[in-house]
């Protein structure tokens, strides 16, 4: 059972920075595939915001392109989420989804980042 643990979100002024982390352990018998970042802003649906597959193939979203920047690092099973530019629209708990190899989907539990209006 794959577990996803983000970190790295908080409160950030209008044109702040954060950084978004989230580490996946419990990897065996399967391997990551694609991974990436959703947010859900509260009475909203989630949505899409960025995806790294294994060989590194970058998606975003275009309410995040050129602000956001994602990478991984496949020796820590770790991937990132640079959030630049914020701003108050961006509030929202951002989700970290990650897909196998053995056709499974896992999901962290969240973290909240706030941008203040």
């Known amino acids: 059972q794959v577990q996803l643990v983000e970190s790295g979100g908080g409160s950030v002024q209008a044109g702040g920075s954060l950084r978004l982390s989230c580490a996946a352990s419990?990897?065996?018998?399967?391997?990551?595939?694609?991974m990436g970042w959703y947010r859900q802003a509260p009475g909203t649906a989630r949505e899409f915001c960025s995806e790294i597959t294994s060989y590194g193939t970058k998606t975003y979203a275009s309410s995040v392109k050129g602000r956001f920047t994602i990478s991984r690092d496949n020796a820590k099973n770790t991937v990132y989420l640079e959030l630049n530019g914020l701003k108050p629209e961006d509030t929202a708990t951002y989700y970290c989804r990650a897909m196998t190899t053995c056709g499974d989907t896992y999901w962290g539990q969240g973290t909240q980042v706030t941008v203040p209006s």
């Open positions: 419990g990897v065996t018998g399967c391997r990551l595939t694609t």
